[in-house]
């Protein structure tokens, strides 16, 4: 009896108001068998009670009483205010933590200081990194580029001799972790532990991927059938788009400074002005955020007559056609594209409402990656807030609309199809400015310059996962 109390003592844990007593009485009592009768009663009730907030939580009643309570103002600011202090303390810490390469390099290897800068080794193992980890994950691995590549673009600029690792050290932020340590590694061991301690075949899913039109599907196929470089792959069975994504794989892959994107931007206006002087169109993306560079050209039109994307056919309505005045125009889009000699080869992919291909500016430039869309006039605000994200802004705008019975996409927002994918009655039908789906959200409008995570987060307040 008395090793059953002391166990009823150790599953109190020393927190229940009874375990301190049970202990008393097992250190204590002279003759157990004299109060058997009582001690069964003090441990039944402290079994019993140590249980009962386990059973009320069990429920129903209950757990509809804790869902309501977490979802009240109340419960709200709590745990906005943890996730937040969360977030402060967190971010605290974390500046000296994403230093450590950057400080190791310029403390303990200052003899690697005055070397030239491995700038092409670095940039394709950031690339490497991001196929490697796929687009669910790649995000600080593509920032890191993009701060690399801007290092690089602006040291062309000043026409200086080749960069020095110590002016690197100089001009990239000290707290890019991704970027230190990959330079790290790439200056002391000439190799990125990720990347070279793959088997060849992993290292060519990995370079396969950077294609243009290759996913990892079908990079896995190129390896079963043999292909295990480059140079390889040039000899496979490819599609269209595959071959000239490898054949222009090197410009597709440089980013394209703003100053070329505004100087593509009034070309291109130019070109739907030539077309039709009533198309519009307008340069999304990282652009219309403000970004120094951008991974492609993404351009929505939009047209006063086409407000709808797809038009009934005249002998059954049920059925549905591109409308015929978007696909005209692109078309003779790509016809005045031709015209001033702009396509760097042949498209890449060509729809009625969509075309992607590659332009560039003359012979010796690079040719960089265009993506034409249509949308509807009345609605194109939706798509313009779409196309210029950034991606995590979207995931929080269409949680914002789920929580309300709706669904938000590119086109309209309103309740939901049968998967919720899209909506069945657009309730911004005329949507002529994106602050009318914020306000509609209940979101704070954010101009396309706060588009970016680093910017709007503590304005939302939103904690990426």
């Known amino acids: 009896m008395v090793a059953i109390m002391f166990a009823a003592a150790c599953y109190c844990g020393g927190s229940h108001v009874l375990a301190s007593l049970l202990r008393e009485v097992v250190a204590f009592l002279p003759e157990p068998s004299l109060l058997l009768s009582s001690l069964q009663n003090m441990l039944g009730l402290a079994v019993h009670t140590s249980s009962m907030l386990l059973l009320i939580a069990m429920t129903p009643r209950f757990k509809v009483a804790f869902r309501q309570l977490r979802k009240s103002s109340i419960a709200k600011r709590f745990f906005t205010s943890h996730q937040r202090r969360s977030m402060t303390s967190s971010n605290s810490a974390a500046g000296p933590r994403k230093e450590v390469a950057y400080r190791d390099l310029i403390t303990n290897h200052q003899d690697l200081l005055d070397r030239p800068f491995p700038m092409a080794a670095v940039l394709n193992d950031l690339r490497n990194l991001q196929a490697?980890?796929?687009?669910?994950?790649?995000c600080e691995y593509k920032i890191a580029e993009r701060r690399l590549f801007r290092v690089q673009h602006e040291s062309e600029l000043g026409q200086g001799g080749p960069l020095t690792v110590r002016q690197v050290t100089q001009l990239l932020q000290p707290d890019d972790s991704v970027g230190w340590t990959t330079i790290k590694q790439r200056l002391l061991e000439d190799r990125v532990d990720a990347i070279d301690s793959l088997s060849k075949e992993d290292r060519a899913r990995v370079m396969f991927q950077r294609v243009y039109g290759i996913d990892a599907t079908k990079a896995e196929r190129f390896v079963q059938a043999g292909f295990l470089t480059l140079e390889q792959l040039r000899e496979a069975?490819?599609?269209?788009?595959q071959r000239i994504g490898l054949k222009h794989m090197e410009d597709i892959e440089c980013l394209i400074p703003r100053s070329e994107s505004e100087q593509w931007r009034e070309?291109?206006?130019?070109?739907?002005?030539?077309?039709?002087?009533?198309l519009g169109a307008e340069l999304l993306g990282s652009f219309r955020r403000g970004d120094h560079y951008s991974s492609d050209l993404d351009f929505v039109l939009f047209h006063p007559d086409v407000t709808n994307?797809?038009?009934p056919r005249p002998?059954?309505?049920?059925?549905?056609?591109?409308?015929?005045?978007?696909?005209?125009?692109?078309?003779s889009i790509i016809d005045q594209l031709r015209h001033r000699n702009l396509l760097a080869d042949d498209l890449l992919a060509h729809g009625p409402l969509a075309i992607k291909g590659l332009i560039r500016l003359n012979a010796a430039s690079k040719a960089r990656h265009i993506d034409l869309n249509f949308a509807p006039y009345t609605r194109r605000t939706f798509y313009t807030l779409a196309k210029t994200g950034d991606a995590d802004l979207m995931v929080h705008l269409r949680a914002k609309a789920k929580a309300r019975g709706w669904a938000l996409n590119e086109y309209g927002v309103g309740p939901p199809n049968e998967n919720g994918s899209a909506w069945t009655e657009n309730l911004l039908p005329e949507a002529t400015d994106e602050r009318q789906i914020f306000e509609l959200l209940g979101v704070p409008y954010l101009e396309p310059e706060e588009r970016s995570f680093s910017l709007y987060a503590s304005k939302l307040k939103i904690v990426r996962p």
């Open 315 to 331: 002998e059954n309505p049920t059925k549905l056609d591109p409308h015929p005045l978007a696909a005209s125009l692109l078309t």
């Open 309 to 311: 994307m797809r038009i």
């Open 132 to 138: 490697l980890r796929g687009s669910s994950s790649n």
């Open 237 to 241: 069975s490819l599609e269209r788009a």
């Open 267 to 278: 070309i291109m206006l130019d070109v739907f002005h030539t077309v039709d002087p009533r």
